[in-house]
Structures are given as structure tokens and as C-alpha cells.
């Protein structure tokens, strides 16, 4: 686990000791990224520095680190699962190498591949590395965007950093994205490449970067996330096939995950994705730790049944309760540690479960990344529920929108005939859909009418045109919902407490086998995940396989109607947000909330995740 900044010099004639304290300044924003160790490297063109958690061996891993006489220059946030097979490839070439870290190997990779070198990595990784031969600054993400990169271009300096609050100091305080924000209030984080601050820029996921002094900067995509059409192939035939590869290659993964100097443990909430994750690690480690959370809220706590798939696997389990009154005391810490503003419900467990993982771990696994790969939400149903409709004339359709439009709300079929009837273009972003376009524009000061949020998912549906609909669903949320929400949720809780998260799943060998499964392997009999399931059966017992979905259920639409009516109120009231929201909307939504008029619970806790953000990085800095 480790946390880079660093800034390419614009003219070499930049003052190297005043560049050198704002390194520093921009190391000490992310310190709780690496609080064993920290180091710089300067020279006249660039300036680096580093922070790292020891996880492997601290003293061959010091960064940053350099290769062939210092002519390459390194910082590495991640982890490279497959550097021992590119190391021997390495040696067999000629190559020497002084420390037994991945680090030093993806270095020395470089120098022999170049760009080419991230096509051959298999883990997660945000890295920079400075050619000093060739005056050429090379930076990457892993395929899945695992690992956080931000950067920003002030007049002729490139600067970077693993989270944006290290960047936030060089601008002028007060600057919001109004693009960013409108689109945050649709999907309830912001979209990359997008951040909330308008200059800086988030590099996606598969995609690496030149720099050359001088010259703006190259982005190019180096991976893509694609499905594999499998039509005429023999049902029976193929689902065997494939269930033994994806084992093998969930096995695989796992264990190499798995490779650490100190203990590692897994995240357990009762779910088939992370019920996989430790029934495998513990064939690995026996005693192995597991930790989960919940509330003491009827229905929404996991930790019972965390607590008898723990049992079944024969493997500790640690669990913890989160009240609403230790939640809002740590509200403000875990909006700070989010970075972005985030108002996915789910970050509240995780940033706690995350908490108590560290007191006895420095690493652990989770299923992040299960449900997109291998088709896990319930709503990846609907496609095979609304086929009725393939079936009624196409001119129809606006007609029978109309009608939706007219039966009032709670009545049976209304939302059938209206998902139905609306192209998928138009009605699916992704697992969360907050504001409509209409209440945004009764919501903000300033809406722009010309930027729906059509804009951003509009690229991806034209890339996916020749996929069926749950794959198109998939691609959708592989490509935004993964990483602009459920990564950037795993990587700033845990980083906030010290603690390395892994994800399994997410690695391009398990891919690789998902792509192929046809969508009717993975939403079949009735279930999502069928050939996942199927795939691990005798791994796991069988209440924990034929498991319902249950995500990280949080009962803010209960707090927001109790133990946090007036901390809402209040943090509405003293928010100095009313330049761009009209708060009697704000308030009119609590309102009807409280005297459960509607279940506005999701756009509240949107506003407020808002709301506590701009306290902080705006107000707070101001």
C-alpha cells in the first residue's frame, strides 16, 4: 500500500528547493496512504515523492527507486502478481536485478518494453517512472483502476498524485466542476475522467500517459474491458468448460493475492462474492481472520449470517456494530478520507469494517468487482423480464410511456410499462440513479439544461452496440460504476486506516475467462451469477451458494427519520452551499421524508455527502 505525488518541471530552471518543500507539503496529505516509510528523488526536471505501508520486505522496497546507474526513476502504488515470471524472463535476458521487489522488476520491464509494458502486468498499479535518457515521464493504471491517479497541468508543470487532495492545495481554493456536480447528482459520485475540482483529471483505468518537456501530455489505452460473442456453441459443452477454467483461475488468484510478509485477512458480509473469496484464501491460510459489520436495525444487519458462513468455513470471524450516533461523530473523517464526494451508502460499512480489519491486518481481500464481471445485481434481470415488449410495435412505445406516466405512484405495473416502453439508453446508468434532470433543475441555481448525464453514458452505449442487453448493462458498469464508485469506495476506506485492500476478482486472468461466458450462463434459472455459482458449488455450502444478493444494506432512510433528523437539519442550515442549491428543495425533501411522504433517503444523503465535502475542502480551506 503506498501513496506518490510528483510534478514534471515545465522549464529546468524551476527552484528546486521551494518545488522540493511543495512535494513534501503534497506527501504529507496523503501520509496515511504509507505510514512506514517516505522518500523523494529531484533532479532539474522532475521532483518525486513517496509513502508507502510495508507489506513486503520495507527494505527492498524503497522508494523512489532506481534502475541502470539511476538513468530510471520509479514510484509504484500496488502490487504486481505476476513479477516473478517476468523477472526470470528479465534475467534470462541479461538483466540484474539488486532488491527482490516487484518494484524494481516493473522498472526494469520498462526499460526493455517501454509503453508495451503494462499490457504484460497482472495486478493493480498507479505508477510513474522517469526516463532520464530520454527526458520522458511515463505513468499508468491498472486495467480495472484499482489503484487511484490524479493529475493536473499549472502553466507548464504536470503534477500527480495518488488522491486529489494532494493537488488541491496548488489551485486557487473554491473551485467546483458545475459539470461535475450535475452529473454527481445523477450517479451519486463523479464520473471519470472527471474529478469535482474543474483542472484536475482523473487517468483512466487501462490507460497510460507520456510526458515529454514541452509537449502536452499523450494518453493512450492500453486495455480495454470487451465480451466475447459465443453463438452457436453447444450450452452443455461450453458451461463445463468454462466452469473449470473460472475455477481454476478464481483459485489462482486468489492465492497469489494472497502474497504478503504480513497477515492478511478477508472482508465476510454474508454474500456469495465474499463468502467465495474466503473459502478460497482459507484452503491457503487456515486461520484465516474475517471481519464484518452491521446495524441494530431490523434488516439490515449481515453480521448473523456473516457469522454462520464463517462457522461453515471453519475461520474467525470478527464483527462490529455501527451505531448512528459513532457514525455521525466519524462523519466528517470519512468524508475527508473519501476525497471525492461519494454518497454511495455501502462506503459507511466499509469504512468501518475497514477500521476493525486493521487492528489485526495489514491486508485484506474482497469480492469487489464479482457482480460486474459475472452479471451479480438483480437488476440484470429486467432484460429477460421485459422481453414481452420486443414483441409490441415499436411506434407504440410513446404511447404506452404516456399511460405509465398517468397511473399514480404505487400502482402495480406502473414502473413495468414505463421501463418497458424507455429505451435502456435512457433509463439504465448504472446501480444507482439519484435526480432526474427535471429535479436537478429545480435543485441547483445554475443547471445547464445543454449537459444531461446522457453525455457521459452515451460513449459507452455506441462502444456496445453489438452486445445483448445484460452485457450492455455490464460494459455500462464496468466502465463507470466500477471505478468512479465501488474502487474509489474500497481504496480511500481502507487507505484511511492503514490498511491494503485486494480484489481478486478483479484481476485480467479471471476476466478473461468471465468475457467469455455467454449472458445466458450468467443470468439463467431464475439467478444472477449462474455460472459463478456454479463454478465453486463444492467450495462452499449450499444456503451460502443459493444465497440472495445482499450488498451492504444501511438504514439511512430509518437514521434520516430518527438519530439523524436534526444533525440533517442542521448541516443544511449551516452549509455554505446556498450559491448552488435552492435549500428549500433540500429541506422540502427532508420534510416529506420525515413524515414519510416518500422515501427520499438516497438524494438526501447525496446533498449531505455533498454538503460535508464542500465543508471541508472548500469552506474549511477558505
Known amino acids: 500500500m503506498c501513496g506518490f505525488v510528483g510534478c514534471l518541471h515545465g522549464k529546468n530552471n524551476i527552484d528546486k528547493p521551494l518545488m522540493l518543500k511543495t512535494i513534501e507539503q503534497m506527501n504529507t496529505m496523503i501520509i496515511h496512504r504509507g505510514p512506514d516509510d517516505e522518500g523523494y528523488y529531484q533532479d532539474d526536471y522532475i521532483s ?36 516473478q515470471e517476468i523477472r526470470n524472463e528479465l534475467e534470462a535476458a541479461g538483466f540484474i536485478f539488486k532488491t527482490n521487489s516487484d518494484t524494481e522488476v516493473l522498472l526494469a520491464a520498462y526499460t526493455k518494453y517501454k509503453t508495451s509494458v503494462c499490457k504484460k502486468l497482472r495486478g493493480m498499479f498507479a505508477f510513474v517512472i522517469w526516463d532520464k535518457k530520454e527526458k520522458v515521464m511515463f505513468g499508468a493504471r491498472d486495467n480495472f483502476g484499482i489503484k487511484p491517479f490524479y493529475y493536473v497541468t499549472i502553466e507548464d508543470n504536470l503534477y500527480v498524485a495518488s488522491e486529489k487532495k494532494a493537488l488541491m492545495q496548488l489551485l486557487p481554493v473554491g473551485q467546483i466542476s458545475e459539470i461535475a456536480l450535475q452529473n454527481y447528482l445523477t450517479f451519486q459520485y463523479v464520473p471519470q475522467p472527471q474529478s469535482i475540482v474543474p483542472d484536475v483529471q482523473v487517468l483512466m483505468p487501462g490507460h497510460y500517459f507520456i510526458k515529454r518537456e514541452d509537449r502536452p501530455i499523450e494518453i493512450e489505452r492500453y486495455w480495454e474491458a470487451t465480451f466475447l460473442t459465443t453463438n452457436g456453441r453447444k450450452r452443455k459443452d461450453l458451461t463445463t468448460n468454462l466452469e473449470s477454467e473460472l475455477r481454476k483461475a478464481l483459485i489462482d488468484s486468489v492465492e497469489k493475492h494472497m502474497i504478503s510478509d504480513v497477515p492478511v485477512g478477508s472482508f465476510l458480509s ?125 411506434i407504440l412505445y410513446g404511447a404506452i410511456n ?93 487507505m484511511a486506516h492503514g490498511l491494503e485492500l485486494r480484489t481478486p476478482f478483479l484481476d485480467k486472468e479471471v476476466f478473461d475467462i468471465a468475457r467469455k461466458i ?68 433540500i429541506f422540502t425533501l427532508l420534510e416529506d421524508h420525515y413524515s414519510n411522504k416518500k422515501d427520499n433517503s438516497r438524494k438526501l444523503w447525496t446533498v449531505l455527502s455533498f454538503m460535508q465535502w464542500h465543508k471541508l475542502f472548500i469552506e474549511d480551506l477558505a
Open 270 to 394: 454474508g454474500g456469495i462474492d465474499s463468502s467465495i473469496v474466503t473459502a478460497i484464501s482459507s484452503k491457503f491460510n487456515p486461520d484465516l481472520m474475517t471481519f464484518s459489520v452491521g446495524f441494530d436495525v431490523d434488516g439490515y444487519n449481515e453480521m448473523d449470517l456473516a457469522k454462520v458462513t464463517s462457522d461453515l468455513l471453519k475461520v474467525h470471524n470478527y464483527s462490529y456494530i455501527i451505531t448512528p450516533e459513532e457514525f455521525m461523530n466519524e462523519f466528517s473523517n470519512f468524508v475527508w478520507a473519501m476525497d471525492e464526494p461519494l454518497a454511495d451508502p455501502a462506503a459507511i460499512p466499509q469504512y468501518f469494517v475497514a477500521r476493525e480489519a486493521s487492528k489485526k491486518v495489514k491486508v485484506v481481500l474482497s469480492g469487489e468487482g464479482a457482480d460486474e464481471l459475472f452479471a451479480g445485481y438483480t437488476i440484470y434481470k429486467e432484460p429477460n423480464s421485459l422481453r414481452v415488449f420486443q414483441y409490441i410495435p415499436h
Open 48 to 83: 518525486l515523492g513517496f509513502r508507502r505501508l510495508s507489506i513486503i520486505d520495507l527494505q527492498t522496497g524503497h522508494q523512489p527507486l532506481s534502475y541502470d546507474n539511476e538513468n530510471y526513476w520509479i514510484v509504484f502504488n500496488g502490487e504486481i502478481y505476476n513479477y
Open 402 to 494: 404516456r399511460l405509465a406516466d398517468i397511473i399514480p405512484e404505487g400502482i402495480k405495473g406502473k414502473s413495468f410499462l414505463k421501463r418497458g416502453s424507455t429505451p435502456m439508453e435512457e433509463r439504465y446508468i448504472g446501480n444507482a440513479k439519484i435526480f432526474e434532470e427535471a429535479e436537478k433543475q429545480k435543485l441547483l441555481k445554475y443547471y445547464m439544461d445543454d449537459i444531461p448525464y446522457q453525455n457521459v453514458t452515451r460513449p459507452y452505449y455506441q462502444n456496445s452496440r453489438k452486445y445483448d442487453p445484460i452485457t450492455r448493462m455490464q460494459y455500462i458498469d464496468i466502465n463507470l460504476w466500477l471505478n468512479g464508485d465501488l474502487l474509489l469506495n474500497a481504496d480511500r476506506t481502507t
Open 518 to 585: 455467454p449472458s445466458n450462463l450468467r443470468v439463467a434459472k431464475g439467478t444472477t451469477k449462474y455460472l459463478l455459482r456454479k463454478s465453486v458449488a463444492d467450495l462452499l455450502p449450499y444456503e451460502v451458494v443459493h444465497r440472495r444478493k445482499l450488498g451492504f444494506p444501511v438504514p439511512i432512510r430509518i437514521w434520516l427519520k430518527n438519530e439523524m433528523y436534526e444533525w440533517a437539519q442542521n448541516m443544511i442550515k449551516e452549509s455554505q452551499t446556498d450559491y448552488l442549491f435552492h435549500k428549500n428543495v
